[in-house]
C-alpha cells in the first residue's frame, strides 16, 4: 500500500494562497486538456460518504475518482456505524487503515470532519459543510479562470442566501488580487459574521473588497453575476414568510442589464422561476451548465493533491 501522508481540504482558509492558486489552476488545466488523467490515483482507494443529497459533488467526486485510476467505495446515509453510536474517532481509525482519500457531505459543522482530519493517512475533503462549500469555490474560480484567463481583478455580484457557497466564495476570492465581491443577501440571511471578517481580512491584504448589503439598488456593473437557490440543499426555513422576503432577490434580465458584459453563474440545483427567470438561466450569458463540469476537474486537483 502507498502510505505517505495524505493532506486534508476542509476549509479554504486552511489553504495557504500558494495551494489555493494552485488547485484552481490545475482544475482550470484539467478542463482545458491541458493536463489529462493518467491514473494519477492508480492503486489508491477514495471513498465518497454523503450523507444529504448530492447530484454534481457527489457525481464530480467519484466519476474524477475513476477517472484517475482510483478504486471507489461509495456510502449514503444509512451505511456506516456512526448511525448506530460508533465514534467519528473508532470510525476514522478503522477507515484510515483501509482508505486512502475519504470525500464526506454531513450539511452538519466541519469540526466533525476535522475530527475525521485528525490523521494523516487517509486525506479528507469537506464536499460542503454547514459553514463552507470548499469545493464549489475551487469550480467556480475555475470556470472564472476558463472564461476570463484569470481571477485577479473580477468583479462578482452574488445574490442571494449567505449560505456555505457563498462563504466560500467569498474566502476564496478575496485571496486573490484585486477583486470586488458584493454580497447582495436577504435581510437576515447573511453570511456568518465571522466568516465575512474574515474574508474582510483577506482581502485587506490582497487590495479586494467584499461588500454586503441587503437590497437589490445600486447594483454595480460586473464581470459575474452568480445566483444560488433560495432553499440550500432543499432545507425549509423556519419563517413562514421567508418568500416575500427573498422575492426581491431573483436574477432576472433586469439585473442582468445592469452588467451588459457579464456572465451568469449558480451553483445548482436552480429552481426556475424562484432564484434565477428561466430567460437568464437557459439564455446565451449562462454558463452555469460547464461551471457544473468545473466541479469533475476541481475534484481531481483536490483529489491528487490530498492524495499528495
Ligand atoms: N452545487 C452542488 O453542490 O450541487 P449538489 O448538491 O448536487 O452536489
Given at each position: 500500500m502507498d502510505r505517505r501522508p495524505r493532506r486534508h481540504l476542509l476549509s479554504i482558509q486552511d489553504l495557504s494562497d500558494t495551494d489555493l492558486r494552485h488547485l484552481v489552476a490545475r482544475s482550470a488545466d484539467y478542463a482545458a486538456g491541458r493536463v489529462r488523467p493518467a491514473d494519477q490515483?492508480?492503486?489508491?482507494?477514495?471513498?465518497?460518504?454523503?450523507?444529504?443529497?448530492s447530484t454534481r459533488t457527489r457525481t464530480a467526486f467519484s466519476s474524477g475518482a475513476l477517472r484517475l485510476g482510483s478504486?471507489?467505495?461509495?456510502?449514503?446515509?444509512?451505511?456506516?456505524?456512526?448511525?448506530?453510536?460508533e465514534t467519528v474517532e473508532d470510525t476514522t481509525r478503522v477507515l484510515s487503515g483501509m482508505v486512502d482519500l475519504f470525500v464526506?457531505?454531513?450539511?452538519?459543522?466541519?469540526?466533525?470532519?476535522?475530527?475525521?482530519?485528525?490523521?494523516?493517512?487517509?486525506?479528507?475533503?469537506?464536499?460542503?459543510?454547514?459553514?463552507?462549500?470548499?469545493?464549489?469555490?475551487?469550480?467556480?474560480?475555475?470556470?472564472?479562470?476558463?472564461?476570463f484567463g484569470r481571477v485577479d481583478g473580477l468583479r462578482v455580484l452574488y445574490v442571494g442566501e449567505?449560505?456555505?457557497?457563498?462563504a466560500a466564495l467569498a474566502l476564496a476570492l478575496s485571496r486573490f488580487t484585486e477583486t470586488r465581491l458584493y454580497l447582495r443577501t436577504p435581510p437576515g440571511y447573511g453570511l456568518d459574521?465571522?466568516?465575512?471578517?474574515?474574508?474582510?481580512?483577506?482581502?485587506?491584504?490582497?487590495g479586494s473588497t467584499v461588500a454586503e448589503a441587503h437590497h437589490m439598488t445600486d447594483l454595480p456593473e460586473v464581470d459575474v453575476v452568480y445566483a444560488t437557490r433560495?432553499?440550500?440543499?432543499?432545507?425549509?426555513?423556519?419563517?413562514?414568510?421567508?418568500?416575500?422576503?427573498?422575492?426581491?432577490?431573483?436574477?432576472?434580465?433586469?439585473?442582468?442589464?445592469?452588467?451588459?458584459?457579464?456572465?451568469?453563474?449558480?451553483?445548482?440545483?436552480?429552481?426556475?422561476?424562484?432564484?434565477?427567470?428561466?430567460?437568464?438561466?437557459?439564455?446565451?450569458?449562462?454558463?452555469?451548465?460547464?461551471?457544473?463540469?468545473?466541479?469533475?476537474?476541481?475534484?481531481?486537483?483536490?483529489?491528487?493533491?490530498?492524495?499528495?
Open positions: 490515483l492508480r492503486g489508491l482507494v477514495t471513498a465518497v460518504y454523503f450523507r444529504r443529497t478504486h471507489l467505495i461509495s456510502y449514503g446515509p444509512g451505511d456506516l456505524q456512526l448511525n448506530t453510536g464526506a457531505r454531513t450539511a452538519d459543522p466541519v469540526a466533525e470532519l476535522r475530527a475525521f482530519a485528525e490523521q494523516d493517512r487517509m486525506g479528507v475533503i469537506n464536499a460542503m459543510s454547514a459553514e463552507e462549500h470548499p469545493t464549489q469555490a475551487l469550480a467556480d474560480l475555475s470556470t472564472m479562470t476558463q472564461r449567505g449560505n456555505n457557497t457563498a459574521l465571522d466568516l465575512l471578517t474574515a474574508a474582510q481580512v483577506a482581502a485587506g491584504r490582497t433560495w432553499q440550500t440543499t432543499g432545507t425549509a426555513k423556519p419563517d413562514p414568510d421567508w418568500r416575500r422576503v427573498f422575492a426581491p432577490f431573483q436574477v432576472d434580465g433586469a439585473v442582468l442589464a445592469a452588467s451588459p458584459q457579464a456572465v451568469f453563474m449558480h451553483d445548482l440545483p436552480a429552481h426556475r422561476g424562484e432564484e434565477v427567470t428561466a430567460g437568464v438561466l437557459d439564455g446565451p450569458r449562462s454558463i452555469a451548465f460547464e461551471q457544473a463540469q468545473h466541479k469533475m476537474f476541481s475534484a481531481q486537483a483536490a483529489l491528487e493533491w490530498c492524495a499528495g
